[in-house]
């Protein structure tokens, strides 16, 4: 669609909220998170989209910072100079400059909102979506104790979660596997290790086929998709890449050479909808399922991820969980819920569909800019 709505103004917002309970993973322990909000005005209205680096390089080498330092100095004045007014456009343009994909992928997410709130529809219906709920999952970091993760579990099986998705990393791995599985035979089970292992712990990582796991997510490091495809030959359990899935080159790169069997979608880690679309569609076209996967997001981000995983070949449970499983109050409304049958139901309103609080959002901002042409 070409209008000639011109944008007004751009906003970033640093923002930090606590967690209800803090996430542990083979990366580190941390008890709330900083992340940046854009909010693209035009014709009056305003589109949001939220950026999902983290305040350290720990998932992925973007942060806050570089973020915050990347749309200041080139996204943002590159939207200005070329008169950028829509998400499509905006991701052509800025695909000359290389890397930062969590940037691109936040002021990206922000023009589609607009884009879907002037047309008046929600964005999955912009999407081409076919799904009015999608299954919920959710992600349960490391614990103090196989107790305590025990207990979690359960109570997240209580509110009606599909699957549970457990952190791993060495020392915390094959028995806690075999006490999870002990406790709950029939649940859908999978593990994450966040590149913990190298091939060296293959025989370790075998282990884990006794527990029938839906997966294994990213068991080596984001730049091994050879490894990858040595361990995917050995072991039974379907490897699904996170990390390592950057665009849709590197996933046509891990089918070809057997480096996965399921890919976990992000829109911040390939950059945005334009090439996460491409993931998806290249992945439907080879019969290997997606999923969506989260960073945590606040009720923005998030509401964006459910929109997108409406699309057919998100096929399998997503780490979309309720807004009190992240934080004690989230910044839109209504909060995501989960139902009995341990589903989202997709909103229906303009563009995300959910209502950011500006009071709420004003209370956890840091630091906030504004730009204009
Ligand atoms: O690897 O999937 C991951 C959170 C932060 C960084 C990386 C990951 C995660 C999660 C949480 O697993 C998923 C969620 O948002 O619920
Ligand atoms: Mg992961």
Redesign the pocket.
């Known amino acids: 669609m070409k209008t000639k709505m011109k944008i007004e103004r751009i906003e970033l917002l640093l923002l930090e909220l606590p967690y209800v309970h803090f ?1 542990e ?1 083979s990366l580190g322990r941390e008890e709330k998170r900083a992340f940046i909000l854009v909010k693209v005005f035009g014709d009056g209205i305003c589109g949001y989209g939220e950026v999902v680096a983290d305040e350290s390089p720990l ?1 992925s080498y973007e942060t806050t910072s570089t973020a915050w330092l990347v749309l200041r100095e080139y996204l943002i004045p590159l939207v200005f100079e070329k008169s950028i007014n829509n998400p499509q456009d905006f991701y052509l343009e800025a695909n000359r400059y290389r890397g930062h994909p969590m940037a691109k992928a936040g002021l990206e997410l922000a023009f589609w909102d607009l884009r879907a709130k002037t047309e008046n529809l929600p964005l999955w219906k912009i999407y081409g979506g076919d799904k009015k709920e999608i299954p919920a999952g ?2 349960v970091g490391i614990q103090d104790s196989t107790r305590q993760l025990l207990k979690r579990i359960d109570g997240f099986l209580q509110e009606g979660y599909q699957r549970i ?1 457990i ?1 791993i990393k060495p020392g915390w791995d094959v028995q806690i596997c075999r006490e999870v599985r002990r406790q709950f035979p029939d649940i859908l089970l999978q593990a ?1 290790a ?1 590149g913990a292992y190298s091939l060296a712990d293959k025989d370790q990582l075998k282990e884990l086929d006794a527990f029938q796991l839906l997966m294994l ?2 068991p080596f490091p984001p730049y091994d998709l050879w490894d990858h495809s040595q361990l995917q030959k050995q072991i039974k359990t379907a490897i699904c890449l ?2 390592s899935i950057i665009s849709v080159k590197t996933a046509r790169q891990a089918w070809e050479m057997g480096s996965c069997r399921i890919v ?1 979608i ?1 829109v911040g880690r390939v950059g945005g909808i334009v090439e996460a679309r491409k993931i998806h569609d290249f992945c439907q076209q080879k019969s290997m399922p997606v999923w969506c ?5 606040s009720g923005i981000g ?1 509401a964006h991820n459910i929109h997108l995983a409406t699309l057919p070949n998100f096929r399998l449970p997503h ?3 309720a807004s009190t ?2 934080y004690a109050q989230d910044l839109i409304e209504p909060p995501v819920e989960i139902t009995p049958q341990g589903t989202i139901i997709v909103p229906e309103g303009p563009g995300i569909g959910v209502f950011p609080q500006e009071g709420r959002i004003k209370r956890a901002t840091l630091q906030r800019e504004v730009f204009k042409k």
């Open positions: 996430f993973t998932y959710v992600s998705k952190k994450d966040n997510e990213q996170d990390e976990n992000k996967g989260g960073m945590l997001e998030r780490d979309l969980s499983r992240y």
